[in-house]
């Protein structure tokens, strides 16, 4: 049997002789070049970004990454996008832990390149990216850390005079918006990272300022119908929505407080009518009970209206939204009715909380004709003025409206009527 074996490794392999074989041999001995892979990935990347399909994505991303390692070395600077799409692609898809992986790793190649020209740009990306991982894995301390080194690295780049802290020490807002032209709206970006961040905390009025301070700069740098000022606005109303809430939350802890304080003081009042309550201590409780009463009416008022403050916010922010949309894809686009439908149901309902808070229809023929509270009053001293000089209103179109308002005008009624002080309260 071991002669035969011998023998045996003298014999050609069977099939190799024949052309096919050969050729099959050829394609396995001979893989495309790591530059060809790359550029094919690189044209599949393009494809399922456009597909939206981010679980092939990422099977994308790390192939093309295995060939700059390939074609280049562990530390290319290709890596950091690399590294960095990746993580966006993860936060898409919520995988934030892994997201916040590949941030590090992308940061990582950074540091190895920075003499890099795109080195600080990046570094300012990934820092942001960083600290919206940490917010929404909850290590707030960790994200304001990070989203503050990623503000000032923006600002310093926006600026463009390295080293000058005098200038960076100052709050965003008091720096000269010609110095911050905010180009690459890399700050915007941040700044709107940082609502985020302020919101998942429960500080939705700094979230706002944020947001307000993004739309600034946004609306200089694309001017104010660019769709991403309608996204501004939206977001502005969802974390007012959420204020709003908020709010309503502890209008109802007030409320039941009160309530029970109320029903206490009347079962003294019951128990004690006509009886004088001696001692010291019985006369400071009940007086303590009576200031702690006014002290939660006076809470409750508040309360009150800074929850429709916060649904003329809401009210308002969502239909500017709307009006960016509709200039930007249509009145019959799909997103635009969604929104339109939104506004609509939001108004309908704050119009009932308002009419039955007040005990009239806010929306009856009467009130609507009569507009918001500041354009009443506009409208009477107009109307005085040209009394006065004998001129007819109507004569230059200054009379009263002779057609209903429409839906859209109702929005801005009820934002007005929501926004007016109630009488009495303070300033």
């Not at 092939?56 to 070395?73: D, F, N, T």
């Not at 590090?104 to 190649?109: G, R, S």
């Not at 409780?285 to 006076?298: F, K, T």
Request: proline residues 3%.
């Amino acid at each position: 049997s071991g002669a035969s074996r011998a023998a045996d490794r003298g014999m050609p392999t069977t099939g190799w002789q024949d052309g096919n074989s050969q050729q099959e041999e050829t394609e396995v001995l001979d893989p495309p070049k790591p530059s060809e892979r790359m550029q094919n990935v690189a044209e599949r990347i393009k494809q399922l970004e456009t597909a939206g399909n981010y679980e092939e994505l990422i099977k994308a991303w790390v192939e093309y990454g295995a060939c700059v390692r390939m074609q280049h070395s562990d530390k290319d600077k290709l890596l950091v996008r690399t590294h960095f799409n990746l993580a966006t692609t993860y936060l898409r898809q919520k995988l934030v832990p892994q997201a916040l992986y590949q941030f590090k790793e992308a940061d990582l190649v950074n540091q190895a390149n920075d003499a890099a020209d795109d080195a600080l740009s990046f570094k300012c990306r990934i820092m942001e990216g960083m600290g919206i991982c940490e917010t929404r894995l909850g290590h707030f301390k960790a994200a304001e850390t990070l989203l503050e080194q990623a503000k000032w690295l923006c600002m310093k780049k926006a600026i463009g005079k390295e080293g000058n802290d005098d200038i960076l020490a100052q709050p965003i807002e008091e720096i000269d918006v010609e110095d911050m032209t905010d180009a690459d709206g890399a700050i915007a970006s941040v700044l709107v990272a940082k609502s985020e961040l302020y919101s998942a905390q429960g500080d939705f009025d700094k979230a706002v300022e944020c947001l307000t301070q993004a739309h600034g700069l946004k609306e200089n740098q694309l001017g104010r119908d660019d769709k991403q000022i309608g996204k501004l606005f939206s977001a502005l109303g969802t974390i007012r929505q959420k204020q709003m809430r908020h709010k309503m939350e502890l209008l109802q802890d007030v409320q039941a407080t009160l309530e029970s304080a109320i029903r206490i003081r009347q079962e003294i009042q019951d128990k004690t009518e006509g009886i004088v309550l001696k001692g010291l201590e019985q006369e400071k409780g009940l007086e303590q009970l009576l200031r702690d009463i006014a002290n939660m009416q006076d809470k409750k008022s508040t309360l009150e209206f800074e929850v429709r403050e916060c649904k003329a916010d809401v009210l308002d922010f969502m239909n500017r939204a709307r009006k960016n949309t509709s200039l930007n894809v249509g009145e019959d686009h799909v997103e635009t009715m969604k929104i339109t439908k939104l506004v609509t149901n939001l108004a309908e309902k704050f119009a009932e909380e308002e009419s039955a808070r007040v005990g009239r229809d806010i929306l009856d023929e009467e009130t609507l004709d009569s507009r918001s509270p500041g354009k009443i009053k506009s409208a009477e001293e107009t109307q005085a003025w040209l009394s006065k000089r004998g001129i007819d209103p109507d004569e230059f179109g200054l009379g009263a409206p002779t057609t209903a308002p429409s839906e859209h005008d109702k929005t801005d009624i009820i934002v007005s009527m929501l926004r007016v002080k109630p009488k009495g309260s303070g300033p």
